[in-house]
């Protein structure tokens, strides 16, 4: 039995769930938040009304989904842009996990930059990391400014190409909120 495109890719990728993508995931009601906290997953109430996973997923396990039988619904529908177009024969699947392979890279050097400049805080999701970093007030020392922005230049390039490669297109009517840097 040959495997599907979702556990051909899915598993090699998980930026999705790990806080690259998305800040957060909007969960169908407060049944399911309820099952998910049950489980052990961190969720926000934002309101009475909605209720939502925090990014990365406690439940991701390298790049598999450590619920996935239970996942929330918005999980289970949310194609990105990358698989969608591997559906349609668009790429190729080795075309793909190459491109996942070079995102995951631009990813592990954003985080390398953050973490000389002191963030190492992985319960964010990456832009907010991004984010308190670049917020910090200018150093007196030039080489931290240098890293500073250093990261900035290698965040900019993860978002356009996290945006054109994956997000764009993709089922927005029920993905995932963007992870993107505040305001």
């Known amino acids: 039995m040959k495997p599907s495109l979702t556990d051909t890719l899915?598993?090699?990728?998980?930026?999705?769930?790990?806080?690259s993508l998305f800040a957060d995931v909007e969960l169908a009601g407060r049944a399911e938040a309820t099952r998910l906290e049950a489980m052990g997953l961190e969720i926000e109430d934002?309101?009475?009304?909605?209720a939502?996973?925090?990014?990365p997923c406690r439940a991701l396990r390298r790049a598999r989904c450590g619920v996935y039988a239970h996942r929330p619904e918005?999980?289970?529908?949310f194609e990105c842009r990358l698989l969608q177009d591997v559906r349609r024969g668009a790429a190729g699947v080795e075309q793909a996990g190459a491109i996942i392979a070079e995102a995951r890279k631009?990813?592990?050097r954003v985080r390398e930059l953050m973490a000389r400049l002191g963030q190492h805080d992985g319960r964010l999701p990456l832009g907010e990391i991004c984010a308190e970093a670049l917020a910090r007030d200018p150093d007196p020392l030039p080489q931290v400014n240098r890293k500073r922005a250093e990261l900035e230049t290698a965040m900019s390039a993860v978002?356009?190409?996290?945006r054109r490669t994956f997000l764009d297109g993709a089922g927005r009517s029920h993905a995932p909120r963007a992870a993107g840097r505040p305001g």
């Open 74 to 77: 918005c999980c289970r529908t």
């Open 159 to 162: 978002e356009e190409s996290i």
């Open 46 to 50: 934002e309101d009475t009304n909605c």
């Open 10 to 19: 899915c598993t090699r990728c998980g930026l999705c769930c790990d806080g």
């Open 106 to 108: 631009r990813i592990g």
């Open 52 to 55: 939502l996973l925090t990014q």
